[in-house]
């Protein structure tokens, strides 16, 4: 199944950069923090709480003119999921949660700091770690924006901020084993906010 969807996932990304493969391109990587993000329990009404942390990520820019720009977005975050509240609840497991989004940026045109808003669809695998439990997939969608400040021709600082929607598609019981299913949730999905920094260099 990971290999079939790595397929897929790999076979979207090289659509998107094919028409704009004769183009020049960004090369982003990112830092940031994520914060939000719940599930509630369906038979006890408790929420399940995901904690705040560090994301890493990769961008790669393909533009297709001076403000349009093809993106393409790998993301990794290391969190828990808790129950009870956010900041006294129990961790019951850690996980990975890793993305891949295809989407675009439109940014200004004017010298100097340009702004920008941007966007993206795309996949997310979150795997228990040490738990003995299935990776789960989600439908992820984000959208934000940011300032991009130049530090030289091909080198700028991108500065952003996104809000970020997680859908789990017809599923109403995850992280599940050979026997079981740990929980069973009320709800499509969780939003989740993002703040992070880059260094984008271009080539």
């Known amino acids: 199944m990971r290999r079939a969807v790595a397929q897929v996932v790999a076979m979207g990304a090289l659509l998107v950069a094919a028409p704009v493969a004769g183009a020049n391109f960004e090369l982003t990587p990112m830092v940031g923090f994520r914060i939000g993000g719940s599930f509630e329990e369906e038979s006890s009404g408790e929420k399940l709480e995901l904690d705040e942390g560090a994301v890493y990520g990769l961008l790669l820019g393909f533009p297709l003119d001076d403000q349009s720009i093809v993106e393409v977005e790998l993301a990794h975050n290391q969190t828990e ?18 993305s891949i989004m295809a989407g675009g940026r439109y940014q200004s045109d004017r010298d100097g700091v340009k702004g920008f808003v941007a966007g993206g669809l ?5 795997s228990p770690r040490g738990a003995g439990l299935d990776d789960e997939f989600a439908a992820v969608l984000s959208i934000g924006g940011g300032a ?28 599940c084993n050979e026997s079981a ?4 949730i ?6 989740q906010a993002e703040f992070r920094v880059g260094m984008t260099i271009s080539f």
């Open 122 to 126: 795309g996949l997310t695998r979150f």
């Open 181 to 184: 299913c740990v929980i069973a």
């Open 148 to 175: 991009l400040i130049p530090l030289g021709k091909h080198l700028l600082v991108r500065l952003e901020g996104r809000g970020m929607g997680t859908f789990m598609i017809d599923r109403t019981e995850i992280f």
């Open 186 to 191: 009320q709800g499509d999905g969780f939003l």
């Open 81 to 98: 999921l808790q129950s009870g509240s956010l900041f006294n609840g129990e961790p019951l497991f850690e996980l990975d949660v890793d």
